[in-house]
């Protein structure tokens, strides 16, 4: 196979370049060893967000740059994004007023907003997000930020990559890279020992935590750049709290968490910053970690919460780009492209954040592009992603407008459907004009319809892919309910179905 891009890796930041790069006319054929967000990127805060904490590191270029993301977002993709507001509680022993206020003042200005409101004092002996606080906690502040459904984020980025002619292959290691002065010879071997060869004018290698192993491991190539490996893990217990609001809590140790509603019946806390040096695929929350954020919340909430409450967590390994501090939490979240053209070009990538994807591809596709001969022309900014065509960006008004459509869909699957494909709804339902046309509904509110299509668009493979990572519906299912549908996929879909 001839390709002009390899790309190596299926995380957020490689799904972007290869999005972009297929936009401009490049032959890009993205590889990944697991499955599409397996990894880093299914294991966020789920925010699309400035980083407020980072103006204490004087990280204001980073910041600017993610502030300005947070509005382009919400364009391209209105079904998986939601604008969000934070309160944060005013502890007087940590950090003082005029501090937090000059910090949101930063904020708010740093870049334009367009649709998310700036930053308030509040009383929160009288606002509602107090009812759910301490009493101790009587002043406090409201900014905004953006959440976003991060695994789909990247899903929706690579069907636009295909759309745009890009190969994708999940569950494909790329073993052995060798380089000569004009191209790259490939060894791109799948789960089932089918080994493709590759030939590519130029190779993206974007392997997140493996970045550094995989130039080590399968390339002559050498960096003097390198990632240093934070974990930051997350647990999930009962909703909390009625109201719409999230909380970031400053807790003595300089770090922040974030409380923040999700999936309609659960509250989000997270996240840790530690250093980690064991293997990434095998990341796990610890006990000392949960344990730390049901301190570190019932240190503000009303409700205490013990490890007891917790009812499903998770946990990743965050890439950040090495610099020399010796705290975690101020590791910089800013990333390199670091460029080796002695013979065939490969740019690895170093660093980066969820929330800065898009402007990374971006900068990556001005060193790419001139290489390649391809468009130099920026086109993401403004092109929707997959079902983001949405009137207005109006998702409550669409949502409306498909129950009407299709009366006969239960509406808790019609707004679930519109949060996760928003305008391809009607992809997903085809020709279907009754609820038995889906097909067997072989978990509560998941039909064999949408299951084949996720298989057949979206590179879903297994239970865990369609119940984590395409839907979150295993938050809501019994706890056999992977195991049910592990069981009816190698039963109906037995090519797709092996794990």
């Not at 935590?209 to 934070?230: C, D, G, N, Q």
């Amino acid at each position: 196979m001839e390709v002009d891009l390899l790309v190596i890796g299926g995380g957020i930041n490689g799904v972007g370049i290869a999005r972009d790069a297929a936009g401009r006319g490049i032959k890009v054929l993205l590889c990944e060893k697991d499955d599409l967000a397996g990894h880093t990127s299914s294991a966020t805060t789920k925010l699309i967000h400035g980083g407020l904490r980072y103006l204490e590191h004087y990280e204001f270029r980073l910041v600017r740059k993610a502030l300005q993301e947070r509005e382009v977002m919400l364009r391209l993709a209105p079904h998986i994004t939601r604008p969000l507001r934070f309160v944060v509680p005013h502890d007087a022993s940590l950090r003082p007023m005029w501090m937090i206020r000059a910090g949101l003042f930063l904020y708010d200005h740093l870049a334009r907003r367009d649709r998310l409101p700036g930053s308030e004092a509040l009383d929160l002996r009288t606002h509602e997000a107090g009812t759910a606080l301490k009493r101790d906690y009587r002043a406090g502040f409201a900014y905004s930020d953006l959440w976003v459904d991060d695994a789909r984020l990247v899903v929706l980025n690579v069907v636009d990559a295909a759309e745009h002619g890009a190969t994708i292959m999940t569950r494909t290691i790329c073993e052995r890279l060798e380089r000569s002065a004009s191209s790259w010879r490939a060894q791109l071997v799948g789960d089932d020992g089918t080994v493709t060869e590759v030939n590519a004018r130029m190779v993206a290698n974007v392997a997140g935590p493996w970045v550094s192993h995989f130039l080590e491991r399968s390339t002559p190539v050498h960096s003097k750049r390198a990632v240093r490996l934070i974990k930051g893990s997350h647990i999930v217990v009962r909703k909390l709290y009625d109201h719409p609001y999230a909380y970031l809590f400053q807790n003595p140790d300089g770090r922040v968490i974030f409380s923040i509603p999700y999936e309609g019946e659960f509250t989000l806390i997270g996240t840790t910053d530690l250093e980690y040096h064991g293997d990434p695929e095998k990341v796990e929350i610890d006990q000392a970690e949960t344990e730390y954020l049901c301190s570190m919340a019932s240190r503000f909430l009303a409700a205490s919460i013990t490890p007891d409450d917790v009812v499903w967590s998770y946990a990743g390994v965050r890439p950040l780009l090495e610099d020399e501090s010796s705290d975690p939490s101020a590791v910089t979240r800013d990333y390199t492209l670091d460029l080796d053209d002695s013979q065939a070009p490969i740019l690895s990538v170093f660093g980066g954040k969820l929330t800065t994807f898009r402007k990374l591809g971006e900068e990556a596709m001005e060193i790419i592009a001139p290489l390649l001969g391809a468009s130099e022309k920026p086109w993401t900014e403004t092109a929707v992603l997959p079902g983001g065509d949405i009137p207005d960006g109006d998702l409550a008004r669409f949502g409306a407008d498909l129950e009407k459509r299709y009366p006969w869909l239960p509406g808790a699957l019609v707004r679930r459907w519109c949060r996760s494909y928003g305008s391809r709804v009607s992809q997903l339902v085809g020709a279907a004009t009754a609820l038995t046309e889906l097909g067997e509904e072989v978990l509560p509110g998941l039909y064999a319809q949408e299951i084949d299509y996720l298989i057949n668009n979206e590179w879903a493979r297994t239970a865990e892919d369609i119940l984590w990572r395409r839907t979150r519906l295993g938050l809501h299912l019994p706890a056999d309910a992977e195991d049910t549908l592990q069981g009816w996929l190698e039963r109906e879909r037995p090519i797709m179905g092996h794990r």
